[in-house]
């Protein structure tokens, strides 16, 4: 155990991956807290306040004079943003990483997504029917195998600040494999894309203006955001509660179906069938913007997902702290 906690601290800086924006993670995470035992969210935020001074997890605690319990609450909702918050700021001159914050050493782009990969078109038929491509093997380290070695981690020897760190990564991973794109890459003819699209970064749509997505992977990581606008002067943590209460009223836990408790794997092979048979229409095309029908088809699809990810979360916290 001591081994695998020295590798873990030690993996080297490796390029830029995305996941679901702030408000996906912190979605998933106040879902989680509502079901949520009480010992369960006293353990949690025991655990993460044993991170230390510098690494930008200890420095999200609020200090404010709110009630502690609405602190606790806010903190772990945070702690699930945590694994984006170190990545290495980017110069916008010399678009290379520019930051000198100690924390970004625990920095690990490859973590956060599983691509099984696959060929053809959503709902298509024929030559163009979905179908899975083997010959193309799933790359190490990745989110589905981090969780399944963080999770004996964080209840194991390790020093206690470093599984405050990894319970912060499983809080955001179990977030990002119900991110849909994060579990698939898409084989084409394209030059770039003959060992997958990146789970749809490569899949480039129109700018109509600023705020609008560049690719693919970044509308469904940005589809609460642009689906469910946020109220004048609404704090960020109002906005997220609001949502999460709207997701938990739409998708009561009973009704979702089986959570498979634990089962990271089959969590990830469920996001890869619904990015094949959704995510690429045939209607939707490259270097064109997404029709209002498409984006209201992507927004019930991850409101569902993220559901699923808050009710997981907090069933396999309750199982870690009994």
Sequence with gaps: MRHVCFVLVVLALSPLALAWNATGHKTVAAIAWDNMTPKAQERAVAELLESQAGDCLHEMFPTDSRPLKERQREFFIMAATWPDVVRPKINQQTKKPDDKRPCIQFHQPDWHFLDHYWTGVSGGTGSDAPKDDPAIPIKLPN?????????????????????????????????????PLHNAGRVTSEPNEQTGDQGGNLFLLKKEKPTDPSNLHSLWDNIIDESVPRNTNESDLAYVT?????????????????????KFEEWS????????????????????????????TVFDTCELALAKGGYRLANLFNAMFP
């Design 269 to 296: 092979k469920e996001g890869f069938e619904t990015a094949k048979k959704i995510a690429y229409p045939a209607t939707l095309q490259r270097n064109q913007t997404a029709s209002a029908t498409y984006m209201a």
């Design 242 to 262: 609001r949502v999460s209460h709207k997701i938990e009223q739409d998708h009561p836990k009973n009704s979702v179906g089986d959570l498979k408790p634990g």
């Design 143 to 179: 989110e589905v195998g981090q969780m399944e070695l963080l999770q004996p981690v964080v209840a194991g020897t390790c020093p206690s600040h470093l599984q405050a760190l990894y319970l912060a990564w499983i809080e955001h991973l179990v977030g990002d494999t119900h991110q």
